[in-house]
Nanobody, 118 residues
Framework: QVQFVESGGGLVQPGGSLRLSCAPS????????MAWYRQAPGKQRDLVAS???????GYADSVKGRFTISRDNAENTVYLQMNSLKVEDAAVYYC????????????WGQGTQVTVSS
């Protein structure tokens, strides 16, 4: 069974930076689109950034110019570099990916907390 290992969340002051990482464990064949979502208390889960297997990238308007998504296909890892963090970026961040194991399914990580506070 595929599971994700997420890391990198924590507490940071406004204007600070954090780097999230996520990699699937278990047996699988291929990883397609990988993405990060976030969910703040009382709000819906929203897409933050996505990256296809071919490297096509998309960002939510609210994070453009501040966040960078990348992936290491050799390590099956997706990263989210978050700079110039704002209080409103605080949320639980979830890794998400389409994985063939062997049929293609969408998988979610357990989430990592990002707190932005002075």
């Amino acid at each position: 069974q595929v599971q994700f290992v997420e890391s990198g969340g924590g507490l940071v002051q406004p204007g600070g930076s954090l780097r999230l990482s996520c990699a699937p464990s278990g047996s699988f064949f291929s990883i397609y689109t990988m993405a990060w979502y976030r969910q703040a208390p009382g709000k819906q889960r929203d897409l933050v950034a996505s990256i296809s297997a071919g490297g096509r990238i998309g960002y939510a308007d609210s994070v453009k110019g501040r966040f960078t998504i990348s992936r290491d296909n050799a390590e099956n890892t997706v990263y989210l570099q978050m700079n110039s963090l704002k209080v409103e970026d605080a949320a639980v961040y979830y890794c998400n990916a389409d994985i063939a194991a062997p049929g293609i399914r969408n998988y979610w990580g357990q989430g990592t907390q990002v707190t932005v506070s002075s």
